[in-house]
């Protein structure tokens, strides 16, 4: 019954999506036992204007 | 001063946010005691593509 | 795939956590539709210590 | 290492988020020490459709 | 800068603990590049007495 | 209505806490407009066994 968000910046494809859900499942129930069914992924797309680091904007700070 | 959080797949209406906000407000009063109005509800739409269940996209797996 | 979290402040009873994990399902499902077999709830007990309201503990401003 | 999130109604400009980044690392780090550096900083902003307070969506009860 | 938070039940080691926070901090540089340097992973435990599922506590479901 | 969250390690007293929901709530109110009234803080102390950064335990890297 695992629940895994994972926050990260805007702008990764659907492959990666894919990718992370399948990849980061795997290695919850490698590591804490348990069925990939239970697992649940949840991923929140954050635009760099959204986040700061420092107390800065990452659209300041790592502009495109 | 409780915060109940939804996070559910997106397409929901308006009207059934409306009836989400007002029942579950309802349900925890009644459950846990307290005033309606200090509770708040925070909805979060989740595409598809930004959910996974077994290792795999919801996108993918329940395709519309 | 509903998840519902629910942050209140610590002290209710499991009998009151077992009305709140029923209701908010049956309110969600009645709301939203889908099955309740789907829907997690997660809940979060928290100290009046550690939740502020208008710039105060809420252990200062409500102390029991 | 800290991590803030602020969920907040949708609606505030860049320089505001570029203040609300600023200000509130450098409030935690007065209040709790630590360095600017390590702390993170993560807006969510929510619709007043998605956000229900009282029992009732925001965007019925603050209409624009 | 990606924040992984993992939800789970009460009860895993601290050897269990260290290989989630390893493997799915390499899961997700794999799947989505970046540095794991900037990876983040918070654990929350949570007591089956906190978490439904069907309506139901799972302290209720799966008793011990 | 804004909610703001802490995450840090766990440690710290009742007077910085007390200290971080004042100041966080006025660096908020200051910086976006709005009332300290309606501005909610929850702190979250989280262990460093519960908290990686690049793939390590907070416990392991930074042992008290």
């Known amino acids: 019954m695992p629940i895994i968000r994972v926050e990260m910046f805007t702008g990764r494809s659907e492959d990666q ?11 919850f129930v490698q590591a804490a036992g348990g ?4 697992v649940h992924v949840v991923i929140t797309d954050v635009d760099k204007g959204n986040w700061g680091a420092g107390g800065q904007l990452c659209s300041d700070k790592y502009p495109e």
Chains 1, 2, 3, 4, 5, 6 share one sequence.
């Open 35 to 38: 069925s990939p069914d239970s």
């Open 17 to 27: 999506k894919r990718a992370i859900v399948r990849d980061l499942t795997d290695a």
